[in-house]
């Protein structure tokens, strides 16, 4: 009788809270990525800021749902997947918008950006994609060295805070080459779209081991991107429904 109390209360919880978010498992240890990435620097940049990002944005959503002031009809949308809630910014009050959008962007990004990376390769042509999402690049690009050339240089002329993305673009299911300021990206714009891969150009993101040197860091990233994994999600990508 007491453990269904307890089963009872735990489901009635889930259906009546919002949304909370957890810090994924790194899929990979701390010193994997040396020496692109130093474990110091891993440290920081997972353990604190990626950490932040989720603690904030979890105190947030709270804040929506407890807000007394809020309609209970608005507050049905902080229970939805933090994806689906970035596209619904402007239907909640404006004081939350903003907070929201950074924080929940940046758990949103740096989780992708962890997923997709890997040990690093001796060189820099050693790594490189495989299977149909090669074959959409070229398509797309011409080939991969026009499209590496295309990313690197967008990403060196990016001024301030951001992210440079390739995704699948939900309706024409076509490749996308794209930017984004502060902790925005695509999904925010329609959450069909599939993020293929992502580079934080972020101060803390390389300045514990790359300082003011953004091209080095660009040039090294090549070296650690999860080539089959992102094929992966490409493969799937193309299947996905985009009026979801």
């Known amino acids: 009788m007491f453990s269904i109390i307890i089963f009872l209360f735990i489901t009635i919880n889930c259906i009546h809270s919002q949304t909370k978010l957890t810090l994924p498992t790194l899929p990979y ?3 994997a990525l040396e020496p692109i ?3 110091h620097l891993m440290y920081l940049h997972y353990d604190q800021h990626f950490r932040t990002y989720t603690n904030k944005t979890n105190i947030i959503l709270k804040a929506i749902f407890t807000d007394i002031q809020i309609d209970n009809r608005l507050k049905e949308i902080v229970k939805q997947p933090i994806e689906l809630i970035l596209t619904k910014l402007k239907n909640l009050p404006e004081q939350y918008q903003l907070p929201l959008r950074y924080n929940g962007g940046g758990y949103i990004n740096h989780k992708i950006f962890f997923s997709i990376l890997k040990t690093p390769t001796s060189t820099i042509n050693e790594n490189k994609p495989i299977g149909p999402l090669l074959q959409a690049i070229e398509k797309s690009f011409a080939s991969f060295d026009k499209f ?5 240089q967008i990403s060196n002329e990016f001024f301030g805070s951001g992210w440079i993305w390739l995704y699948i673009d939900a309706k024409t299911k076509r490749l996308v080459l794209n930017y984004t300021i502060n902790q925005d990206n695509p999904i925010m714009y329609d959450k ?3 993020i293929l ?3 934080d150009l972020w101060e803390h993101a390389y300045y514990p081991v790359y300082e003011n040197r953004r091209s ?7 070296r650690i991107i999860n080539w089959p994994f992102i094929n992966q999600l490409y493969i799937e990508g193309q299947t996905k429904r985009s009026d979801l």
């Open 29 to 31: 240890a701390y010193n």
């Open 148 to 152: 590496k050339e295309l990313f690197s």
């Open 197 to 199: 891969l992502c580079i």
């Open 37 to 39: 990435f130093s474990e």
């Open 192 to 194: 069909n779209h599939v």
């Open 216 to 222: 080095e860091y660009i040039e090294n990233f090549w």
